[in-house]
């Protein structure tokens, strides 16, 4: 599934053909936001504390493969258990983990705003008072997250969204490792390539420091206007 930040501001037109629910458990669907191959993200309404909400929705019948169907559902489950334990202003909130017929969904916190890849799409060189605004709040929020015991091992552009009052929010955790738990993978090299640190790439043990790599690689692509390095791709 592609990044929640990426589905919620994308501005995309989706034509897939599907029956959309009226709602999820107790949230009414009253928008679709995105949709990608794993499942569906909807704007949806709480009525019992009356706000919306961004509901990420997984299909529970992925493949046939069921051990990568697992991995994917235990991959879903982790985001909410990471997320769950973190209270920052700096960090997407999430309400609820639930299922619903054929999906199991996250009810989150909706943000307004852009994705930090749409913004320097747009803009490659971004005024240095803005990049220092936005290494302090992603900064703010991985040292609470690391404080907690959460790593979120995937930080890039496409991961934080900006408001439009300039607030950073730290997204999609669906890989995050939390201390002391034995999580499962979806795959055995974990991150985004261009911002994973080596040990990353090696699969040698890593800590909290690969997000604090992420965040330098960011810093580079942000003061530079290109990324540090060149992602070889397979043919």
Same mark, same amino acid.
Request: glycine residues 8%.
């Given at each position: 599934? $592609? ?7 994308? /501005? ?28 569906? !993200? ?14 990420? @929705? ?5 493949? $046939?493969?069921?051990? @990568? ?34 999906? &199991? ?7 307004? /705003? ?20 936005v290494m302090h709040q992603l900064l703010d929020a991985l040292e609470y997250a690391h404080s907690q015991g959460v790593w979120h091992r995937d930080i890039k552009p496409a991961n934080l969204i900006i408001t439009s009052a300039g607030q950073l929010k730290v997204t999609d955790f669906g890989i995050a ?11 055995? @090299? ?6 994973? &640190? ?16 992420? &965040?330098? !690689? ?18």
């Amino acid at each position: 599934m $592609e990044p929640l930040a990426t589905l919620l501001h994308t /501005g995309k037109t989706y034509t897939r053909s599907m029956k959309h629910p009226d709602h999820l458990g107790k949230y009414a669907i009253t928008g679709l936001l995105g949709e990608g191959a794993m499942g569906v !993200v909807y704007k949806g309404y709480d009525p019992g504390i009356g706000r919306q909400v961004a509901i990420k @929705t997984i299909r529970k019948s992925l493949s $046939e493969d069921r051990s @990568t169907e697992d991995a994917l559902s235990e991959r879903f489950r982790n985001e909410a258990r990471a997320v769950g334990r973190l209270n920052h202003p700096g960090i997407v909130a999430i309400y609820d983990l639930g299922e619903h017929e054929d999906n &199991a969904f996250i009810a989150m916190e909706f943000v307004e /705003g852009r994705d930090l890849s749409q913004i320097l799409a747009a803009t490659p060189n971004l005024p240095e008072p803005v990049i220092l605004r936005v290494m302090h709040q992603l900064l703010d929020a991985l040292e609470y997250a690391h404080s907690q015991g959460v790593w979120h091992r995937d930080i890039k552009p496409a991961n934080l969204i900006i408001t439009s009052a300039g607030q950073l929010k730290v997204t999609d955790f669906g890989i995050a490792r939390i201390e002391s738990a034995a999580l499962t993978q979806v795959t055995s @090299t974990i991150g985004t390539p261009g911002y994973m &640190a080596p040990e990353q790439y090696i699969g040698e043990s890593f800590d909290h420091r690969v997000d604090i790599f992420a &965040a330098g !690689v960011l810093l580079y692509r942000m003061l530079a206007g290109q990324p540090p390095f060149r992602v070889q791709r397979s043919r």
